[in-house]
């Protein structure tokens, strides 16, 4: 009798490396696939070579790990690294950073990860990736969401967001605020109400999201810009220059609009709020990230709010 022996089926695991010099990929890959020669799963390594492209690739594919070097390009100042818990293809990630910096110095979304100061010992780091593949293998890797908005389990795509910030600061650039920089972003209560004292609001919708982008202008920020816009000084919020907010937003928007449709994401006519204290209903299980933002004369904030899906009948 002639026995056939079944080749054993092994389980996928995706792997993304943030590294935009190839040293850390050089550093991990080779003597990772060979411990991993006989284990149960077959790793598979991708490398982002910045933020924006990490964006991309887990735009198209799940990662089980991400392995994150905080000194490459358009990462901290971006999106992808404060949203990753609520990325529907990182938020069930296990975080490895490596970074110059200390541990209580990395954004909030980070605090979780496995940390390792530079330099670090690739022995150390190959066997940080092992310990991770082997849990989840087993099932043993369950952990708590890192933040409110990951217990939601939300997809938002980051490029929405990203192009929403570029369009932003485009615009107000435009209307003479140069000096426009990105503060530390993070998760917001959605029922919270806004930061600021005018705001527009547009819904945004996609095969994968459903929500709102909000950006909301305190009133140093807001009479700033309308100030350039209108090219005489404002002192106060008045029923003369409260329509331009709506102007504004609707240059903005109209700016993303293009980029964010090409992503199969559909948006609104921006509605205009007057007033601090303003508040969207949201059903419960809503989830939302705040980008803030500062200006020579105040600040204001970009915020996006998801929806929870509808489930499928």
Known sequence: MEFIQKKEMKTRKNILIVDNNCELEQLVKEPLLKQLENSGFSPVVVRAKDGA????????QKFDVVL???????????????????????????LIVISQRDSSDLPESLQSSKF????????????AMISVLNAQHHGTGAKEPATAAAASKYAVDVRV??????????????????????EKAGPKSPHDPMMG??????EIKSQAFQGHLCISFDKGSFLEVVSSMLMEEQTELNKDNQDAVGEINN???????????????????PKVLLGSG??????????????????????????VVALPLAKAA
Not at 53 to 60: G, Q, Y
Not at 197 to 202: K, P
Request: some cysteine.
């Open 161 to 182: 967001i990203n192009a929403v910030i570029k369009a932003t600061t485009h615009v107000l650039g435009q209307f003479g605020c140069a000096s426009v920089k990105m």
């Open 116 to 127: 390792f100061k530079k330099p670090v010992s690739p022995n150390e780091l190959i066997s």
């Open 278 to 303: 303003q508040n969207v209903p949201c059903a419960q299980g809503s989830a939302g990230m705040m980008i803030p933002f500062a200006t020579e004369k105040g600040k204001f904030y970009i915020t």
């Open 197 to 202: 004292e005018v705001s527009s609001v547009v």
């Open 251 to 269: 240059i903005i928007f109209g700016n993303a609009k293009a980029e964010i449709s090409s992503y199969g994401v559909q948006m609104t006519v």
């Open 53 to 60: 492209e990490a964006a991309i690739k887990s735009e198209n």
């Open 68 to 94: 994150i070097d905080t000194e490459v390009p358009r990462l901290m100042d971006g999106g992808f690294v404060y949203g990753i818990h609520t990325y529907k293809n990182t938020q069930d990630a296990e």
